[in-house]
Nanobody, 124 residues
């Protein structure tokens, strides 16, 4: 019975920064690849970034490369998404999930039920 809880969202001006957290309760995800997704109103959920279980490899969607950084602290069962130089286009609800087989492929990163997400709103 693993549950993921996202936090850290908020309202910021364009060019600002936010740091999102994804914490696991019930169990740890130390051996899971983990990733972040986002969903804007009226749009499908979109892959944003992923990180290997040891933290040595990362992937990002082109639109956030150079601006976002994904990291993890397995001792705290927490994954982070540092978001810099935010744009209005980044406005969405952000979710996290994982792959128990350690793959950093968006299509397979669905080992957990989707949580409530955390809202990120970027004003112009």
């Amino acid at each position: 019975q693993v549950q993921l809880v996202e936090s850290g969202g908020g309202l910021v001006q364009a060019g600002g920064s936010l740091r999102l957290s994804c914490a696991a309760s019930g169990r740890t995800f130390s051996n899971y690849a983990m990733g972040w997704f986002r969903q804007a109103p009226g749009k499908e959920r979109e892959f944003v970034a992923a990180i290997t279980w040891r933290g040595g490899g990362t992937v990002y969607v082109d639109s956030v490369k150079g601006r976002f950084i994904i990291s993890r602290d397995n001792g705290k069962s927490t994954v982070y998404l540092q978001m810099n130089s935010l744009k209005p286009e980044d406005t969405a609800v952000y979710y996290c999930n994982g792959d128990s087989w350690g793959r950093i492929t968006s299509a397979t990163m669905k080992s957990f039920s989707w949580g409530q997400g955390t809202q990120v709103t970027v004003s112009s």
